[in-house]
């Protein structure tokens, strides 16, 4: 029996969320891509763009187009750092906890439905196989950068 392309089945499988979460965040009014900020923003308190940046591995230019946009729609609040006058500090306004409350009740269901035939031990063990191709994939990014650059 051949084989299946790891990365091919990455990448169905990415497309797959892709198309759900598109569906399901449009008919909350957000985007594809909004929702990630809107669930990982603090309820009450602020934090910086650049704290979604590093645990998501954005570019900052992705995450000021994703919160601007969600500033305009009045889902966040965003004001200049007082620690730090070159980044900004966000928060959700109380019509954004609403729209959160939504967004994570799709993202729980969606992991509900990807992690039905598993049980707690083979979902963290494949979560963490998962970390580990990509810690792999983004090492041997750096490393092609590296190569290109010399």
């Known amino acids: 029996m051949k084989r299946e ?45 650049q704290k979604i940046c590093n645990e998501f591995e954005f570019d900052s230019a992705f995450a000021t187009r994703g919160v601007n946009s969600l500033v305009k729609k009045g889902l966040v609040e965003k004001v200049k750092s007082k620690e730090d006058t070159r980044s900004f ?35 963290d063990l494949l979560l963490s196989q998962l970390l580990e191709i990509k810690e792999k994939a983004k090492q041997e990014i750096k490393n092609r950068d590296r190569l290109c650059n010399e």
């Not at 969320?17 to 009450?44: C, H, Q, W």
Request: cysteine-free.
């Open 5 to 49: 392309s790891l990365a091919k089945i990455i990448g169905i499988i990415a497309r797959q969320n892709r198309i759900y979460l598109v569906k399901e965040m449009n008919k909350i009014g957000v985007s594809g891509t909004e929702y990630i900020f809107i669930a990982n923003i603090p309820d009450y308190e602020f934090t910086t763009q």
């Open 89 to 123: 500090e966000i928060k959700l306004t109380d019509e954004g906890r609403k729209i959160k409350k939504s967004v994570n009740e799709k993202l729980e269901y969606w992991t509900n439905v990807l992690g039905e035939n598993f049980d707690d031990n083979e979902i």
